[in-house]
């Protein structure tokens, strides 16, 4: 059963947590909408389903986020105990290490399997949610944005669309304008090829998975840049495959996609960084609380932020050595999370001993007799 103390430091430190945890997703919301926006004028998806991207992109950040947050608000919690003296009341009345350690400990059990949810399974499953949403979206040049009056970027084919009409349900175009490039032959010069057509029409196969326009009553020229040999072709109708229209440029890691039972029987070197540091996640949120408990022990006279400028660059030293193994295993020369995990002990080790040194009795000095 809880003591008193256990409640009041597990209320303190949770709502502290929790205040912390929303500011760091409202600025990492900030981030990734201009992030997604970005990718929205790009063409490299729709604009109709940017903010589902977003949330997801957001859900997936939270493997990253909850650790610091668990990390900064123990920190911020315990030192305003410590400034405002509740902390140096406690200890006189006779609580000792296991009286602070005992709540931060439930905390951080809270933590870490929120921590390993997020990272092992709801991250992935974020990831790919997003990509098939924009895969499904990008299947359709109606979904990418396509309307009437309007030029429209095909950035997977390097060219761009224009309609002048559009039918409502947008399955049938009027005059239409497709202008495209693609690389010359044997290093000869880029092409670029201009369709035109009196009418147009959106359909797709039987299995609903390819996308197809049909042109009808047009005209095709195929124009060599810095030549005079153009081809010039009158058609009645001309067909042409929308599936990859649009794909994402994104440059994320497909290993990141993978669902980390799959990802475990992986062995190349980005698989393998992908899940030591999956799995290492919620060990760092453990180093990280950790940490927090001697960095947080400050006097009332000490400067406010003094502390909080320590305890962030302990954060970044301690998170960029992670970075560093993960690179390591990333251009193949360490083939697990082992050196990730020795790096983990090692600062849990430091941090538990300055812990210990903090609450030992130092022994008076003799006087010189």
Not at 14 to 20: D, G, I
Request: proline share 5%; net charge positive; aromatic share 8%.
């Amino acid at each position: 059963m809880l003591s008193i103390l256990d409640r009041y430091f597990l209320r303190e430190l949770a709502q502290t947590v929790a205040a912390v945890a929303v500011v760091l997703l409202v600025i990492m919301a900030g981030s990734a909408f201009a992030r997604v926006l970005q990718q929205v004028a790009n063409g490299s998806f729709p604009a109709s389903v940017m903010f589902q991207v977003l949330g997801l992109n957001m859900l997936d950040g939270l493997s990253n986020l909850l650790p610091l947050a668990g990390f900064l608000g123990v920190f911020w919690s315990l030192g305003r105990m410590y400034r405002e003296s509740e902390m140096h009341v406690l200890a006189s009345s006779g609580m000792g290490p296991l009286g602070l350690l005992r709540p931060v400990a439930m905390l951080a059990v809270c933590l870490v399997a929120l921590v390993a949810i997020v990272s092992l399974w709801l991250g992935p499953w974020a990831t790919r949610t997003a990509d098939a949403l924009v895969a499904a979206a990008n299947r359709s040049v109606i979904a990418a944005g396509l309307d009437a009056g309007r030029f429209t970027e095909l950035p997977g084919k390097g060219g761009i669309i224009f309609v002048d009409s559009l039918s409502r349900d947008g399955s049938v175009l009027g005059n239409t304008l497709i202008v495209t490039e693609r690389p010359g032959k044997n290093n000869g010069p880029a092409v670029v090829k201009l369709v035109t057509g009196k009418s147009g029409q959106l359909y797709q196969d039987s299995n609903g998975d390819g996308r197809y326009l049909s042109l009808h009553n047009g005209w095709q020229y195929e124009i060599p840049l810095g030549a005079d040999n153009w081809r010039k072709m009158q058609y009645e109708r001309n067909d042409a495959s929308l599936s990859n229209v649009q794909n994402d440029d994104s440059e994320e890691d497909p290993a990141h996609t993978l669902d980390t039972i799959t990802l475990s029987r992986v062995t190349t070197p980005d698989g393998r960084a992908e899940f030591a540091w999956r799995i290492t996640v919620p060990i760092m949120a453990v180093v990280l609380m950790m940490l927090s408990l001697p960095l947080s022990r400050q006097t009332p006279r000490e400067p406010r932020y003094g502390r909080m400028l320590l305890a962030v660059l302990a954060f970044f030293l301690y998170f960029n050595l992670l970075a560093l193994c993960r690179s390591q295993i990333v251009k193949g020369h360490w083939h697990n999370a082992g050196p990730m995990w020795l790096v983990s002990l090692l600062v849990f080790a430091g941090a538990a001993w300055m812990f210990r040194n903090q609450y030992t009795a130092t022994r008076p000095r003799k006087g010189n007799a």
